[in-house]
């Protein structure tokens, strides 16, 4: 059990990655942060830890795109009054919509998804920080997408928001490498069937995708002791080999 007595926040944990994500660090000894919008997902996620016989989790409803900055300090003092410390930060979270021509994107979309996708991960980011670094190591992993490397064409809000969050993680890895306390990675989780793949290409033969449970070493070893001094690193997690 290597990750036994860390605590991870996990947002977007109802969805389709993020709940892979929470069940395979919880059984390995993880205590897990479920933070999403949806409560009934969030309490299936948390029955299916309980019955792995894994850390009981705590359950955390947010709506990261409409959160207020406040909201976001009182989840931070909560974290910190419950457990004083965090190990580990996942943001699974993310908001697509539709392929769509920025010339006719809704500009309601737009700010809905970059606040999803981008605005949320640096406020969040920033309020835990000072709980990542009362531990002596801790790992923040942000979720991007193998999609938007060539800035392809329709990928709207969403393709603009996930190239700013790897520069956003690179600039950030570089800002705490000197301490030497928090790592910073992106994960491309590569075309697997999960349901944001499934709602970009709806016509794609789901029974040739490798499964999201295949993922899994890529977020055991980023937020195991063994990537301890890997930071401002892409893994594309399909290809991950320890």
């Known amino acids: 059990m290597p990750l036994t007595k860390q605590t991870i926040l996990i947002t977007g944990a109802g969805g389709g990655l993020g709940s892979t994500a929470a069940l395979a660090l919880a059984k390995q000894g993880a205590t897990i942060i479920l933070l999403d919008k949806s409560i009934p997902k969030l309490e299936q996620l948390y029955d299916a830890i309980i019955a792995a016989n894994a850390p009981t989790p705590a359950i955390y409803p947010f709506d990261l795109a409409g959160a207020t900055e406040?909201?976001?300090?009182?989840?931070?003092?909560?974290?910190?009054?419950?457990?004083?410390?965090?190990?580990?930060?996942?943001?699974?979270?993310?908001?697509?919509?539709?392929?769509?021509?920025?010339?006719?994107?809704?500009?309601?979309?737009?700010?809905?998804?970059?606040?999803?996708?981008?605005?949320?991960?640096?406020?969040?980011?920033?309020?835990?920080?000072?709980?990542?670094?009362?531990?002596?190591?801790?790992?923040?992993?942000m979720t991007s997408d193998s999609f938007v490397h060539e800035a392809r064409a329709y990928s709207g809000a969403y393709g603009v928001s996930k190239i700013a969050v790897e520069s956003y993680a690179k600039i950030l890895s570089e800002e705490l490498s000197e301490a030497g306390k928090i790592r910073v990675n992106v994960l491309i989780p590569g075309?697997?069937?999960?349901?944001?793949?499934?709602?970009?290409?709806?016509?794609?033969?789901?029974?040739?995708?490798?499964?999201?449970?295949?993922?899994?070493?890529?977020?055991?070893?980023?937020?195991?002791?063994?990537?301890?001094?890997?930071?401002?690193?892409?893994?594309?997690?399909?290809?991950?080999?320890l």
């Open 191 to 241: 075309p697997v069937n999960s349901p944001l793949r499934n709602k970009a290409f709806p016509a794609e033969e789901k029974n040739k995708l490798p499964e999201m449970t295949e993922i899994n070493p890529a977020y055991l070893y980023l937020f195991s002791p063994h990537s301890i001094g890997t930071t401002g690193q892409t893994i594309d997690a399909l290809t991950f080999k």
């Open 70 to 141: 406040v909201q976001y300090h009182e989840l931070a003092s909560t974290i910190e009054k419950k457990y004083g410390h965090l190990e580990g930060l996942l943001h699974s979270a993310t908001e697509f919509d539709a392929f769509t021509p920025m010339s006719i994107h809704g500009s309601l979309a737009w700010g809905h998804t970059l606040n999803v996708n981008l605005n949320a991960v640096f406020i969040l980011t920033q309020v835990l920080l000072p709980l990542l670094q009362k531990s002596q190591h801790a790992s923040i992993v």
